[in-house]
């Protein structure tokens, strides 16, 4: 299986050289040498020498080209550096600190976040260059995805809902922004997406039945550009899909992960969360749009242009937040632009993204929770299959947030998935209810799988199931990167990375780490050498091939 033994090499020590005052941001002058200033007309290109996105680029594929890592060689992979989180301790709902975050790469500097916390590292070594602190006022810490940048700024969501600007060789603040309020349960964890001259940022939260919303900034001032609601207003026709505006208004539709962009057609493509009331669907018959749906906007204005509802009438908390990945290929002799989705709900769609029609719609997990698709594609849900206050039976959550991938050689989208199934209960069966109104807990056995799907098709092509050991969650898989050299990495839920074959899915190698793999992995060359980076825990780890 190409699985080699695991190489000790040094860790890098870092430690924050600087005391700051309680309350205060600490920011540290970089080194000599470092200077950082991004073309965010270059975001859209492939992720060679950097890393600038979220996903690497703008079409979710979190693909890279480069090809110096590969089968023949994955074996003599090394560790180059460790950078420990040592300077942080149990931060509220948080005993230990835990990356969540996808690093992104400009000019050889490397940025990584927890909530509060921003670094920047020296992407050859892992040294630190500065460390950013942010005291919150509310907002839930259950993670940070990442930062966005533009030009010589990054930018950074803090838990209770500011937008942060910070000088990116300095980590000095330049400007912050608050665009949600705290105090009405909404809470910040996403990566900001920088596409041309705009910021664009989503908000989570649905303890108090508030409406999911996109804001677009101006990244030179901070400046409003627009906002796109994810449950209609007054006056529109969607709202023929809820009881009336107050249930709307209180819809949810949280927009928690970045989306994907086409340049060509200047559309912004959106991912959004569960409706609310949560669980309890009784008081707002109907499809509730735009919660759990794939949403086109116009990235200028944020006009929606289409809208393909996932999950119609959500009562299981199905966010439907992974990544829609775009891509292109020949359908029925004719060339197509397309975007895939392995939904939380367990189906997988493939749609036109010019038009929002839909190719395919097929379970990628057993499921049994649907009766069939309406003409436009959507699934039907099964009334019996609600939550109820004596239980009922439906799957566990297919995926969640982690990201997926796409390789344009093997023409396969890669999903770690869950099959299993939990039970349901109604909490609050009144006629309104409110807030969280059930739970689920998770029911017999279930396994975490490793899926490589046809997006053309939705069958799996090949198929890896992690063994169930120790009692470990399965909630919840690490992401994953995938490379021209026929590469597929993720990880476990027994602390290893592992590399597999993106074509046969046969397992080129291994090592255990620290903790489970949890943030994005990326890849960049720098001096000529290929760097693998993932987090996991606590810690950010480097690979690549010895000198």
């Given at each position: 299986?190409?699985?080699?033994?695991?190489?000790?090499t040094?860790t890098?020590?870092?430690?924050?050289s600087?005391?700051?005052?309680?309350?205060?941001?600490?920011?540290v002058?970089?080194?000599?040498?470092?200077?950082?200033?991004l073309?965010p007309?270059?975001i859209?290109?492939?992720?060679?020498?950097?890393?600038?996105?979220?996903?690497?680029d703008?079409?979710g594929?979190?693909?890279?080209?480069?090809?110096?890592?590969?089968?023949?060689?994955?074996?003599?992979l090394?560790?180059a550096?460790?950078?420990?989180?040592?300077?942080?301790?149990?931060?509220?709902?948080?005993?230990?600190?835990?990356?969540?975050?996808?690093?992104?790469?400009?000019?050889?500097?490397?940025?990584?976040?927890?909530?509060?916390?921003?670094?920047?590292?020296?992407?050859?070594?892992?040294?630190?260059?500065?460390?950013?602190?942010w005291?919150?006022?509310g907002g839930?810490?259950?993670?940070?995805r990442?930062?966005?940048?533009?030009?010589?700024?990054?930018?950074?969501?803090?838990?209770?809902?500011?937008?942060?600007?910070?000088d990116?060789?300095?980590?000095?603040?330049?400007?912050?922004?608050?665009?949600?309020?705290?105090?009405k349960?909404?809470?910040?964890?996403?990566?900001?997406?920088?596409?041309?001259?705009?910021?664009?940022?989503?908000?989570?939260?649905?303890a108090?039945?508030?409406?999911?919303?996109?804001?677009?900034?101006?990244?030179?001032?901070?400046?409003?550009?627009?906002?796109?609601?994810?449950?209609p207003?007054?006056?529109?026709?969607?709202?023929?899909?809820?009881p009336?505006?107050?249930?709307?208004?209180?819809?949810?539709?949280?927009?928690?992960?970045?989306?994907?962009?086409?340049?060509?057609?200047?559309?912004?493509?959106w991912?959004?969360?569960?409706?609310?009331?949560?669980?309890?669907g009784?008081?707002r018959?109907?499809?509730?749009?735009?919660?759990?749906?794939?949403?086109?906007l116009?990235?200028?204005?944020?006009?929606?242009?289409?809208?393909?509802?996932?999950?119609?009438?959500?009562?299981?908390?199905?966010?439907?937040?992974?990544a829609?990945?775009?891509?292109?290929?020949v359908?029925?002799?004719?060339?197509?632009?397309?975007?895939a989705?392995?939904?939380?709900?367990?189906?997988?769609?493939?749609?036109?993204?010019?038009?929002?029609?839909?190719?395919?719609?097929?379970?990628?997990?057993p499921?049994?929770?649907?009766?069939?698709?309406?003409?436009?594609?959507?699934?039907?849900?099964?009334?019996?299959?609600?939550?109820s206050?004596?239980?009922?039976?439906?799957?566990?959550?297919?995926?969640?947030?982690?990201?997926?991938?796409?390789?344009?050689?093997?023409?396969?989208?890669?999903?770690?998935?869950?099959?299993?199934?939990?039970?349901?209960?109604l909490?609050?069966?009144?006629?309104?209810?409110?807030?969280?109104?059930?739970?689920?807990?998770?029911?017999?056995?279930?396994?975490?799988?490793?899926?490589?799907?046809?997006?053309?098709?939705g069958?799996?092509?090949?198929?890896?199931?992690?063994?169930?050991?120790?009692?470990?969650?399965?909630?919840?898989?690490p992401?994953?990167?995938?490379?021209?050299?026929?590469?597929?990495?993720?990880?476990?839920?027994?602390?290893?990375?592992?590399?597999?074959?993106?074509?046969?899915?046969?397992?080129?190698?291994?090592?255990?780490?620290?903790?489970?793999?949890?943030?994005?992995?990326?890849?960049?060359?720098?001096?000529?050498?290929?760097?693998?980076?993932?987090?996991?825990?606590?810690?950010l780890?480097?690979w690549?091939r010895?000198?």
């Amino acid at each position: 299986m190409g699985v080699c033994a695991a190489v000790t090499t040094a860790t890098v020590a870092t430690q924050v050289s600087n005391i700051r005052r309680p309350g205060a941001p600490l920011a540290v002058a970089a080194p000599d040498g470092h200077h950082v200033s991004l073309d965010p007309e270059m975001i859209g290109n492939p992720a060679v020498t950097s890393w600038p996105t979220f996903n690497g680029d703008y079409t979710g594929r979190r693909y890279s080209t480069l090809a110096q890592i590969g089968p023949a060689s994955v074996g003599s992979l090394a560790q180059a550096w460790v950078f420990k989180i040592t300077s942080v301790g149990a931060q509220r709902g948080a005993p230990v600190p835990v990356i969540k975050c996808t690093p992104l790469l400009v000019n050889g500097v490397l940025y990584i976040t927890i909530p509060d916390h921003v670094w920047a590292l020296d992407a050859r070594t892992g040294k630190e260059i500065w460390h950013y602190d942010w005291v919150d006022h509310g907002g839930h810490l259950v993670g940070q995805r990442g930062v966005g940048i533009w030009k010589s700024t990054v930018f950074f969501l803090a838990p209770d809902n500011w937008l942060i600007a910070l000088d990116a060789d300095t980590g000095r603040e330049l400007w912050k922004k608050n665009y949600a309020d705290a105090r009405k349960q909404y809470f910040s964890t996403m990566a900001p997406l920088v596409i041309r001259n705009h910021v664009i940022v989503g908000v989570g939260g649905d303890a108090m039945d508030m409406p999911g919303f996109l804001d677009s900034f101006d990244p030179a001032t901070g400046e409003l550009q627009w906002t796109w609601w994810s449950t209609p207003r007054k006056g529109d026709t969607a709202l023929k899909t809820w009881p009336n505006a107050t249930a709307s208004e209180h819809g949810g539709g949280m927009t928690w992960m970045p989306g994907t962009f086409d340049p060509e057609l200047n559309t912004l493509y959106w991912p959004t969360g569960n409706t609310n009331p949560v669980f309890a669907g009784q008081g707002r018959p109907g499809a509730n749009l735009w919660t759990e749906s794939i949403v086109a906007l116009d990235v200028d204005s944020g006009k929606l242009k289409w809208y393909f509802q996932v999950s119609p009438h959500d009562t299981h908390d199905f966010d439907n937040t992974t990544a829609p990945i775009l891509f292109d290929a020949v359908v029925d002799g004719k060339p197509r632009k397309l975007l895939a989705q392995a939904a939380r709900n367990g189906f997988f769609v493939t749609l036109d993204r010019v038009t929002g029609e839909h190719l395919v719609v097929k379970p990628f997990v057993p499921l049994d929770w649907a009766s069939g698709l309406s003409p436009l594609g959507e699934p039907i849900p099964i009334p019996d299959k609600d939550p109820s206050v004596g239980g009922s039976i439906n799957i566990v959550n297919a995926t969640n947030w982690p990201a997926p991938a796409y390789n344009p050689k093997t023409g396969l989208l890669y999903v770690n998935a869950v099959e299993g199934k939990a039970i349901y209960y109604l909490t609050d069966d009144s006629d309104k209810p409110s807030g969280y109104g059930g739970t689920g807990a998770g029911i017999g056995p279930a396994r975490r799988v490793l899926q490589a799907i046809d997006p053309l098709t939705g069958n799996c092509v090949w198929k890896h199931a992690y063994p169930s050991l120790n009692d470990a969650p399965t909630t919840l898989g690490p992401s994953i990167l995938t490379t021209a050299s026929n590469l597929v990495i993720t990880g476990d839920d027994q602390r290893n990375a592992i590399i597999y074959s993106a074509d046969k899915g046969r397992i080129l190698w291994h090592r255990e780490v620290g903790a489970n793999e949890s943030g994005g992995i990326i890849t960049y060359l720098l001096d000529g050498k290929q760097y693998i980076v993932f987090g996991a825990g606590d810690s950010l780890y480097a690979w690549s091939r010895p000198e």
